[in-house]
């Protein structure tokens, strides 16, 4: 089995353990990780191995033509226009955008903003998910797509980041910007911070890919959707095994749900003006999956039930009991999406004293019993 990743990139690593679990299971398989993608430009070094069948993210015309030419099954994990013939695995672009916009809106914003690219495919159906979504919210988005030249160079970033500098300079404060993948996250925060605003008073920022390292180590840390790589690999070892088994219909395109927001401080503020609707929000934010009421909330807001009730309603459009249980589902959904633990476990990690009620709250907040979502995830 032949493995065409870049080592370099860190959800490389989620994709290939996803690949390996599925292996494991319709294998044994033996593979070969081409982390210098000579396969991708060197058809003969590609034809020295009888290889049983190809999961790259590398994809090539190249790489394409030999496989075809060769009779060799081939899934692309490429992020981009989908080949005909050629089975294909993806991030759900659209969705991504609507999460990052789910997440921002969230946070109590009134003013919203998309960074990313405008001839890149990707970007733009990222950019249409989240305009889409705050528009459906009532607001407006002011975006921001510049040409990306193929590779980073530094005269490009000098002036991508001074451009950028002049279109934050023209927006109202405070904003909530999404960019379409972390490395453009990373040159809006630069950009910010080298504009005088501050990070996350001034700028919301949430990227997406959820790059552990870059994340973690930018100044303030960075938001970000992570893309579920686990599950990809998951999917594309499942699909290559039933083309192997001569499943011509297994030559499909799936797009890969992301598994949620990954919050970090470049994000993490509330953007509501009244102090004692922040500090219940704050409150809930943090103790809402410990099984907390209305009634212990009310001390942080410092205000009766009756006020509380109506200007959760005026700043977020539901009630505070509303966002306890929307913070529950969140965390049902993401530990159906990244574990395996059973319902009993993820009730008790959630705040729910029996897992019925858990189920109940979850199914008539998502249509689906939670049983039923994980399936869906694995189908």
Not at 60 to 88: F, W, Y
Not at 158 to 183: F, G, N, V, Y
Not at 255 to 274: K, N, T
């Given at each position: 089995?032949?493995?065409?990743?870049?080592?370099?990139?860190?959800?490389?690593?989620?994709?290939?353990?996803g690949i390996t679990e599925i292996g494991h299971v319709v294998g044994p398989w033996a593979y070969f990780f081409d982390d210098e993608a000579r396969s991708t430009v060197d058809p003969d070094w590609l034809c020295e191995n009888e290889w049983a069948g190809v999961i790259s993210r590398h994809t090539t015309p190249m790489l394409v033509q030999t496989c075809r030419e060769r009779h060799i099954p081939l899934v692309d994990m490429n992020d981009s226009p989908a080949i005909q013939g050629v089975a294909k695995i993806r991030p759900a672009n659209t969705s991504i955008g609507r999460i990052g916009a789910e997440h921002l809106l969230n946070g109590g914003f009134?003013?919203?903003a998309f960074c990313g690219y405008d001839n890149?495919?990707?970007?733009?159906?990222?950019?249409?998910?989240?305009?889409?979504?705050?528009?459906?919210?009532?607001?407006?988005?002011?975006?921001?797509?510049t040409n990306y030249p193929g590779v980073l160079n530094p005269e490009w970033d000098r002036s991508e980041t001074q451009s950028i500098i002049t279109w934050l300079k023209q927006l109202p404060l405070p904003?909530?910007?999404?960019?379409?993948?972390?490395?453009?996250?990373?040159?809006?925060?630069?950009?910010?911070?080298?504009?005088?605003?501050?990070?996350?008073?001034?700028?919301a920022i949430v990227g997406v890919n959820n790059d552990m390292i870059r994340c973690e180590l930018a100044s303030p840390p960075l938001s970000s959707v992570a893309t579920n790589p686990t599950v990809a690999g998951h999917k594309a070892a499942e699909m290559l095994a039933?083309?192997?088994?001569?499943?011509?219909s297994a030559e499909s395109e799936v797009r890969i749900e992301p598994s949620g927001v990954v919050i970090r401080r470049s994000s993490d503020v509330l953007a509501v003006p009244d102090k004692g609707v922040a500090a219940a929000l704050r409150f809930i934010r943090d103790h809402a999956c410990e099984g907390i009421n209305v009634d212990q909330v009310l001390p942080h807001a410092s205000m009766s039930r009756a006020q509380i009730e109506k200007k959760f309603r005026e700043y977020l459009g539901r009630s505070p009991q509303a966002e306890i249980r929307r913070l529950q589902v969140l965390k049902i959904r993401q530990l159906l999406t990244d574990t395996e633990l059973p319902l009993k476990h993820i009730a008790e990690l959630t705040?729910?004293?029996?897992?019925?009620y858990m189920s109940y709250v979850f199914k008539r907040a998502t249509g689906m019993s939670p049983g039923a979502y994980r399936r869906s995830l694995r189908a």
């Amino acid at each position: 089995m032949l493995l065409v990743f870049d080592p370099r990139i860190e959800e490389t690593a989620a994709t290939v353990h996803g690949i390996t679990e599925i292996g494991h299971v319709v294998g044994p398989w033996a593979y070969f990780f081409d982390d210098e993608a000579r396969s991708t430009v060197d058809p003969d070094w590609l034809c020295e191995n009888e290889w049983a069948g190809v999961i790259s993210r590398h994809t090539t015309p190249m790489l394409v033509q030999t496989c075809r030419e060769r009779h060799i099954p081939l899934v692309d994990m490429n992020d981009s226009p989908a080949i005909q013939g050629v089975a294909k695995i993806r991030p759900a672009n659209t969705s991504i955008g609507r999460i990052g916009a789910e997440h921002l809106l969230n946070g109590g914003f009134r003013s919203f903003a998309f960074c990313g690219y405008d001839n890149d495919d990707w970007s733009l159906d990222r950019c249409a998910g989240f305009t889409q979504a705050i528009k459906q919210a009532g607001f407006t988005c002011i975006v921001h797509n510049t040409n990306y030249p193929g590779v980073l160079n530094p005269e490009w970033d000098r002036s991508e980041t001074q451009s950028i500098i002049t279109w934050l300079k023209q927006l109202p404060l405070p904003t909530a910007i999404m960019a379409c993948h972390d490395m453009r996250g990373l040159q809006v925060l630069a950009a910010t911070q080298a504009a005088g605003l501050r990070v996350p008073e001034d700028i919301a920022i949430v990227g997406v890919n959820n790059d552990m390292i870059r994340c973690e180590l930018a100044s303030p840390p960075l938001s970000s959707v992570a893309t579920n790589p686990t599950v990809a690999g998951h999917k594309a070892a499942e699909m290559l095994a039933r083309i192997m088994a001569g499943d011509k219909s297994a030559e499909s395109e799936v797009r890969i749900e992301p598994s949620g927001v990954v919050i970090r401080r470049s994000s993490d503020v509330l953007a509501v003006p009244d102090k004692g609707v922040a500090a219940a929000l704050r409150f809930i934010r943090d103790h809402a999956c410990e099984g907390i009421n209305v009634d212990q909330v009310l001390p942080h807001a410092s205000m009766s039930r009756a006020q509380i009730e109506k200007k959760f309603r005026e700043y977020l459009g539901r009630s505070p009991q509303a966002e306890i249980r929307r913070l529950q589902v969140l965390k049902i959904r993401q530990l159906l999406t990244d574990t395996e633990l059973p319902l009993k476990h993820i009730a008790e990690l959630t705040g729910f004293e029996y897992m019925e009620y858990m189920s109940y709250v979850f199914k008539r907040a998502t249509g689906m019993s939670p049983g039923a979502y994980r399936r869906s995830l694995r189908a």
